[in-house]
């Protein structure tokens, strides 16, 4: 009788723990939508009225409205190539709307990286990949632009050493990006060391996720050590061979966006005596780090105070500092989310097709 109360229990704490759930996401929501009205209505018109900043958007010339669409083509073109790094098998046109679905919907759900990772997983698992393979090619290139990210203040902060200047903030967020960075590679390391070692943190990380997912009422982890020193295995192999080209092409997609933020500073004139490159780059990675914490989906409003506020704290003229980030923003956020949106409603329409030998090497286990 004990054990038929015990167990029908079952039900009702699942269903408390996604009452529970749905509370904290409406929550999430909700405090992530009075951030961003918060900074459209008040933060940002305090650095600079909105009158002023649409006189400064309105003398783009037509050459440089061109050369602004092309930057903003340019990156979205970029996502594709880290996946041809990674996943045999996978064309370009496949991996580039793959890549933006995940992406969008990190930026207008609650979640980022945790929902762009299941978007890309469910699609490749949907596609015909299956197995270790997907699980590497997604890892490895977030990973890898998980380094870039927060590898890039640290690389600003010693640039504007070098070029004899200093900011406290960039000092702080390097900062943090270099025990990121520290973190992230130590945890490669660790797993690539040895199989005896990687079946360790397995386990230890399995037995670490059953019990938060015990506290909010899920299931056991579905992996062990065993399946990290598997994926250790496939990773080394993998990477062997294709590190220098998922490095350069994961570079390529990141600084892609700043080339975007280059071209809207000079099309708005800011010239280089106001915003220099190294200034600008240690703005945007400042920006890009900032943004990586989920405070609200894609990070608007977050990026869009912090990208004005650096601009102006490095010479920008107020009204131009708004306007160049707006105009940055819009060609970064507006085009991929459309597109990735559009890619994820029709992903079923057309898949992938796969040869027999792509077909053995993603099922494989």
Known sequence: ?????????FPAMAASGKVHASKRRVLEVAAGLAVVALVFT????????????????????WPWILALLAASALFILSDAPPWLAVLPGLGFFDALRMDLAGSALSQVLPG????????????LRNWGFEGRPVVLAVSLTTLWSQFATFAFPVLAIALLSLDGGHDGTLRTVALAGLVIVAMLAGAL??????????????????????RLNAIVHKGPAQWNGDDLARFRS????????????????????????????????RALD?????????EAFAAWSLVRALGSIPITPGGVGVQEIALSGALVGFGAHNAAAVAATLLYRALTFLPSVVLGLAAAATYNLSKPRLTTATATATIED
């Open 189 to 210: 390391v660790a797993v690539l060391w040895s199989p005896r070692m990687a079946k360790r943190l397995g386990d230890k990380t399995a037995r670490i996720a059953t």
């Open 234 to 265: 496939n990773a080394i192999d993998l990477l062997r061979h294709r590190w220098a080209a998922l490095t350069a092409t994961t570079l390529a997609n990141q600084l892609t966006v700043f080339l975007v933020l280059v071209v809207s500073l």
């Open 42 to 61: 008040y933060f940002l018109p305090k650095i600079a009225n909105y009158g002023e900043v649409w006189r400064v958007v309105s003398t783009l010339s």
């Open 112 to 123: 980022g990286a945790a929902v762009n990772v299941a978007t890309q997983y469910g699609m």
């Open 270 to 278: 800011i010239t280089r005596s106001e915003v220099g490159l190294i």
């Open 1 to 9: 009788m004990s054990g038929r109360r015990r167990y029908a229990t």
